[in-house]
């Protein structure tokens, strides 16, 4: 991934969504959709998300326009984790 960053730029500020799936014994419902915490830029969100504890990150997700071939339109706890790692440098 290091050379794909390298040339990639990431619009921070482009709007973008934290979702939270329900939960059941802090696992997600498959059963169920996903519901919008709050709002805001790529940035605000990715510092929203990396502000819940560590071990309830997995129900949540970031819903954005797709900027490829970094930012998907969800994107996965894992990937929010990558972004943030990244953001400094991009």
């Known amino acids: 991934m290091g050379d794909v960053v390298a040339e990639s730029k990431v619009d921070f500020g482009a709007l973008a ?3 939270k ?4 014994g802090n696992q997600r419902r498959p059963d169920r959709a996903p519901y919008q915490v709050s709002e805001g830029t790529l940035d605000e969100c990715i510092s929203a998300f990396m502000q819940k504890p560590a071990a309830t990150r997995h129900l949540y997700e970031i819903r954005t326009a797709p900027q490829p071939p970094l930012v998907t339109a969800v994107l996965s706890p894992e990937h929010v984790i990558e972004l943030s790692r990244w953001r400094e440098f991009l």
């Open 17 to 19: 969504a934290l979702h």
């Open 21 to 24: 799936w329900p939960s059941l």
